[in-house]
C-alpha cells in the first residue's frame, strides 16, 4: 500500500479482534482498534509492541450510542476519513433455548446484531460521502449452520447474515462493499474466559442439563483440534479490504467448507438427519459425567 487506508475494528481487546487489528496495522493500516473499556487495552497494547506495530486505540461500548459516536468522530477527525470498518465485537451464550432467559437473549442480540448496525449506521455516511469503502461482518459458521445449546448465539448470527446480504446491495450503490466472513471454530478466549453460559445451562433442575454437558464437552474437543487460527480469519479480512473485487461471503476453514458444502449437495432432510444425529450421538451423556467438564 502506497498510503495509509484507515480502518476500524471493534471488539479487539482479545481474540479475533486482537489479531485482526494487529494484522492489519502490520500491512500497512491506520488502525483504529477499539475496546469496550480502556482498562481492557493492556494485552493489545503490549502485544503491538512486541510486533512493533502501530495502532490507535479507542473507547467503543457497541451497545452504547453515544460511545460509539465520539469513537467514530475521533477516528474520522484523526484521519479524515475511514476507508474499512470490521465489525468484529460479540459475545457468545452457550444453553438449551428453555434454560435461556429472555433478557438474555436481547443482550446477545444489543451486541451481536443491533451493535453491528449502530457502528456501520455511524460510519457508512462518511463512506458515503467519501464513494469508496469496505465494510467486513465477522459472521461464523454458526450463521451459516444451526447447532445445539446455541440457539440465540446462532440466532444472532443468522441475522448478521440477512443484513450484511441486504447491506451489500444497499451499499454498493455509493460505492461501498460488504463482506461476511464466516469462520469455523477458532481457539480464542471466547471458549475460555470469555466464555458465555446461560444462568439456567447447569441448572440441577434444567430438563438438558446432561446433554448440555455433553455438548460442552463435544465443543471443547472440537475446539482443542481446530485447524484454523485467529491469523486466519485477520488474513481473510485482509484479502475483503484489499480485493479489487471482494466477495460479498468468505468461509475461513477447512471444516466449516465442508459441513457447507454437504449441506448444499445433499438433500436438506438427509444432512438435517445425519448432522443430528452425529451431534447426539457425539454429545451423549454416557460419553463422560457432567462433573468431568471443565464447564
Avoid at 236 to 245: D, G, P, R, W
Wanted: proline residues 3%.
Amino acid at each position: 500500500m502506497t498510503t495509509k487506508r484507515a480502518v476500524m475494528v471493534t471488539g479487539a481487546s482479545t481474540g479475533l479482534g486482537l489479531e485482526t487489528a494487529l494484522h492489519l496495522a502490520g500491512c500497512g493500516f491506520q488502525v483504529f482498534a477499539t475496546v469496550r473499556e480502556l482498562a481492557r487495552r493492556s494485552e493489545l497494547d503490549e502485544e503491538a509492541r512486541r510486533r512493533g506495530v502501530e495502532i490507535e486505540v479507542l473507547e467503543l461500548d457497541v451497545t452504547d450510542r453515544a460511545s460509539i459516536e465520539r469513537a467514530v468522530a475521533a477516528a474520522v477527525e484523526r484521519c479524515g476519513n475511514l476507508y474499512g470498518l470490521v465489525n468484529n465485537a460479540g459475545v457468545q451464550l452457550r444453553g438449551y433455548f428453555e434454560d435461556v432467559g429472555d433478557d438474555e437473549v436481547r443482550e446477545v442480540f444489543e451486541t451481536n446484531v443491533f451493535g453491528t448496525m449502530a457502528v456501520t449506521r455511524a460510519v457508512l455516511p462518511h463512506m458515503r460521502k467519501a464513494g469508496e469503502g469496505r465494510i467486513v461482518i465477522v459472521s461464523s459458521i454458526g450463521g451459516r449452520i444451526g447447532a445445539p445449546a446455541s440457539s440465540a448465539y446462532c440466532a444472532s448470527k443468522f441475522a448478521l447474515e440477512g443484513f450484511g446480504e441486504s447491506l451489500a446491495l444497499e451499499a454498493k450503490l455509493v460505492g461501498v462493499d460488504v463482506c461476511l466472513i464466516a469462520p469455523a471454530l477458532v481457539k480464542t478466549e471466547i471458549w475460555s474466559r470469555n466464555r458465555g453460559l446461560a444462568r439456567g445451562a447447569t441448572s440441577s433442575e434444567s430438563p438438558y442439563r446432561e446433554r448440555f454437558f455433553g455438548h460442552e464437552r463435544l465443543t471443547d474437543r472440537m475446539v482443542a483440534r481446530a485447524s484454523t487460527t485467529a491469523t486466519d480469519v485477520a488474513k481473510a479480512v485482509e484479502a475483503a479490504l484489499t480485493a479489487k473485487a471482494p466477495r460479498m461471503r468468505r468461509v475461513v476453514g477447512r471444516r466449516a467448507a465442508l459441513m457447507l458444502a454437504l449441506r448444499k449437495r445433499l438433500p436438506g432432510e438427509i444432512f438435517d438427519r445425519l448432522y443430528l444425529r452425529a451431534l447426539n450421538h457425539l454429545a451423549s451423556p454416557r460419553r463422560g459425567r457432567p462433573e468431568e467438564t471443565g464447564v
